[in-house]
Nanobody, 119 residues
């Protein structure tokens, strides 16, 4: 099986920065897309950013210019550098990975990490 573990959430003041990390481990043949999603209170889960194995990235309009997604394929790890944080960035952030295990593609999710932006 595959495990997805996030870290790096916490409480930060508006304008501050946080860096989230997510490591995948287990019976992994290859990881394709890795991504960060978030769910704010009372809202649906939304894509924050994703990154393909070759490095192509996509960002939600609300975070463009403030957040940067990156990955280390050798470590099966994805990062989300969040700068100029706003109160509306407060949410539970979830890591996602599309993983090939043997001959099948599977979607895996982390347990989530809370990010709170407040003064």
């Amino acid at each position: 099986q595959v495990q997805i573990v996030e870290s790096g959430g916490g409480l930060v003041q508006p304008g501050g920065s946080l860096r989230l990390s997510c490591a995948a481990s287990g019976s992994i043949d290859r990881i394709y897309t890795m991504a960060w999603y978030r769910r704010a209170p009372g809202k649906q889960r939304e894509l924050v950013a994703d990154i393909m194995s070759g490095g192509t990235t996509t960002y939600a309009d609300s975070v463009k210019g403030r957040f940067t997604i990156s990955r280390d394929n050798a470590k099966n790890t994805v990062y989300l550098q969040m700068n100029s944080l706003k109160p509306e960035d407060t949410a539970v952030y979830y890591c996602y990975a599309r993983v090939r295990v043997s001959t099948t593609l599977n979607d895996f999710w982390g347990q989530g990490t809370q990010v709170t932006v407040s003064s």
